[in-house]
Structures are given as C-alpha cells and as structure tokens.
C-alpha cells in the first residue's frame, strides 16, 4: 500500500498571501496524483489531476507540480473562499487508493 | 451536470445491516468506474470499494471485505453499497463517487450520507 504523507498537519497564512502545501508518496506514484479540497460540511471538490492540471472550473490561482513522489499544491492569492483542508491521493498503484492526512489552512 | 446523491444512511446498532444508495444523474453513468470513499468524524477520507463500468470488477479495503458489497444497476443509473456486519468504527459519512477509468482520479462527488453504528 502506497503511503501519502501531507505536511504540515495546519497552515496559518493571510489572504492575499501564498500558501504552499506538500505530499509526499511512500513509493513513486508518477503523475497520478490529485488535490481535493473539502470544505466543512461539503463533499471534497478535485482541484487538480495529473499532479498539475486544473479540474473544470477551478480558478488559476490554484497550481499543482512534481511528480514521482514529491508533489506541491500552491494557492497565490489566498482568498477567504480558499480556507479549508486539501487532501492528495494517489491512483496509480491501485486497490487501495490511498489519501494523505489533509493539510487544513487556517487564517 | 453531472449529479451523484446519496441516501440509505442512519443509526444501526453493531451486527446489524444498511443498504446504501446512490443515483447519478447528467451523465452516461455506464460509463463510469464508480467508487465509494468514508469519512469518520473529524477524520481523514479513506476509500472503500469500487465497482468498474460494467459491474465486473469490484474491490474493496481490507478494513471492509466480507461485510461490504457494492453494486450498481446500470438501467436505474444506481450505485449500491450493502453492509452487513457493521461495527462502532464503520461510523461515518459515506461518499459515492466516479472516475472515468480506474487510474483516474474522483472528479465527482455526491454530497454524503451519514452512518452511524450504535447501541
């Protein structure tokens, strides 16, 4: 089983700051990587896919890179709408998929 | 638009069973890899089973295989998810959700339903 590891647990940044936000795979997962964010009381949103690519509707501000194991989702304007927690999983070894703890960003 | 909404969830005492389902709507449902993914109070999400295209494959966690049982019914656009067995640490939100392939990400989500396992 492929172990996703987010750090940190909790960010504290401003709006308007930049917020960096990272998971790392126990064993590459190539670019089979994707970003949800979950609001409180939502269902979880995919933000990006393909360790980089915005889903439908996602605003650009939102950019995810790396590959194989180290991946990074940054947001360049925190909004007060961008304030929740962001979860990785990896779906490329599969049964199981596997997510990682959650980041949660607090103002 | 696509739509996915959950239903069958509430309060079950440990041993006993819940059906849950899940109707899809705004897309070629047949199409689709469908999966179910808990959330546990406060907690993390972690995936429970998946279900392919055609219905004929199906996997599951290790926390759940032999008391879960997903299905669909591709002709009523229908998600399934029968647990049997349930236990205090089944307790949580239960979200169905698609994927175009099973090496593809979730790219919709319903909105959850809760389960609560209780005496």
């Known amino acids: 089983e492929i172990v996703m590891t987010q750090s940190p647990a909790t960010l504290f940044v401003s709006p308007g700051e930049r917020a960096t936000l990272s998971c790392r795979a126990s064993?590459?997962?190539?670019?089979?990587l994707a970003w949800y964010q979950q609001k409180p009381g939502q269902a979880p949103r995919l933000l990006i896919y393909?360790?980089?690519t915005r889903a439908t509707g996602i605003p650009a501000r939102f950019s995810g890179s790396g590959s194989g194991t180290e991946f990074t989702l940054t947001i360049s304007s925190l909004q007060s709408e961008d304030f929740a927690v962001y979860y990785c999983?990896?779906?490329?070894?599969?049964?199981?998929?596997?997510f990682g703890q959650g980041t949660k960003l607090e103002i | 638009q696509a739509q996915l909404v959950e239903s069958g969830g509430g309060l079950v005492k440990p041993g006993g069973s819940l059906r849950l389902s899940c109707a899809a709507s705004g897309f070629t449902f047949s199409d689709y890899y469908m999966i179910w993914i808990r959330q546990a109070p406060g907690k993390g999400l972690e995936w429970v089973s998946y279900?392919?295209?055609?219905?004929?494959?199906?996997n599951y966690a290790v926390s759940v295989k032999g008391r879960l049982t997903i299905s669909r019914d591709n002709a009523k656009n229908s998600l399934y998810l029968q647990m049997n067995s349930l236990r205090a640490e089944d307790t949580a939100v239960y979200y169905c959700a698609r994927a175009v392939t099973g090496t593809a990400p979730f790219d919709y989500w319903g909105q959850g339903t809760l389960v609560t396992v209780s005496s």
């Open positions: 999983q990896q779906y490329n070894n599969w049964p199981p998929y596997t």
């Open positions: 393909g360790a980089s």
């Open positions: 064993q590459s997962v190539n670019s089979n």
């Open positions: 279900i392919s295209s055609s219905g004929s494959y199906t």
